[in-house]
């Protein structure tokens, strides 16, 4: 039972460089998110989707992409990476998006740009 | 908007001490209330939960109760381990933030044999 896995899991990009933070899950849940952890600030909520081709914008989007054209998979693009977007990434994913269910996370990409 | 506030870390407590970490939230309504744990290069995992007031969540020896009065959910364990060194989130879902999990900034705990 793989869950949420992250690929990669480590990456160094320079500056103005894009790329893509890969995110699927094999649970069938309907809502996934991505969050940036940061020293500090604990976890803050980049985009989410309560499903396939739905999403929205979380705390801090600027500077990311997502889509959902599939239940399990999420990706995050980076369009033009900065070093402030050196963090580590989470993807998480809940069976559902309201009512009391808790997320299952991936084990993080970390990024730095350079 | 909703809010998760911890106690600041690092805490730092010899094995077999007890442990409390603080949480406090806001929010309207009857969220949801979690604990997470996150130990050393891995991602989050849940420790435990409360989803009304008065409720009590507990694992592994954790212990944290949900208490609507003083919007408090604050996690003890009555005799830490080594083991349980890691970062701990509190975290709160409910409807007034729209159903997005809100997570305070993690406390990190190390356990000295």
Not at chain 2, 100 to 110: H, S
């Amino acid at each position: 039972n793989a869950g949420v896995t992250q690929t990669p899991k480590f990456q160094v990009l320079k500056t103005g460089q894009s790329m893509t933070l890969q995110c699927a899950q094999d649970m069938n849940h309907e809502y996934m998110s991505w969050y940036r952890q940061d020293p500090g600030m604990g976890l803050r909520l980049i985009h989410y989707s309560v499903g396939a081709g739905i999403t929205d914008q979380g705390e801090v989007p600027n500077g990311y992409n997502v889509s959902r054209s599939t239940t399990e998979d999420f990706p995050l693009r980076l369009l033009s990476a900065a070093p402030s977007q050196t963090s580590v990434y989470f993807c998480a994913s809940s069976y559902s998006f309201t009512g009391n269910t808790e997320a299952f996370f991936g084990q993080g990409t970390r990024l730095t740009v350079v | 908007g909703n809010s998760v506030t911890q106690m600041e870390g690092p805490v730092t407590l010899s094995e077999e001490a007890f442990l409390t970490i603080n949480c406090t939230y806001t929010a309207t309504g009857y969220p949801s209330l979690f604990w997470y744990v996150q130990y050393p290069g891995e991602g989050l995992q849940l420790l435990l939960k409360a989803t009304k007031a008065d409720d009590k969540g507990s694992n592994k020896g954790f212990e944290a109760t949900y208490r609507k009065e003083t919007t408090s959910f604050h996690l003890e364990k009555g005799s830490v381990q080594v083991s349980d060194s890691a970062v701990y989130f509190c975290a709160l879902k409910g409807e007034s933030g729209g159903f997005k999990t809100i997570f305070g900034a993690g406390t990190r705990l190390f356990v000295k044999a």
